[in-house]
């Protein structure tokens, strides 16, 4: 029962760990997208 117990906080904080992750990836991406956005707008405006 102990090592049932062991394995299932392990899967939750794998789970845990994995979504934190998932969600630090979108959030990087997410950021080189507005930084490539932002540096378009910038030499369209120059023009």
Same mark, same amino acid.
């Given at each position: 029962?102990?090592?049932?117990?062991?394995?299932?906080?392990?899967?939750?904080?794998?789970? *845990?760990?994995?979504?934190?992750?998932?969600?630090? %990836?979108n959030i990087v991406?997410?950021?080189e997208e507005l930084?490539? *956005?932002?540096?378009?707008?910038?030499?369209?405006? %120059?023009k």
């Amino acid at each position: 029962m102990e090592l049932l117990t062991l394995v299932l906080l392990f899967a939750i904080f794998f789970a *845990i760990y994995d979504a934190i992750s998932k969600v630090n %990836k979108n959030i990087v991406e997410q950021t080189e997208e507005l930084k490539k *956005i932002r540096e378009g707008l910038k030499e369209n405006s %120059k023009k």
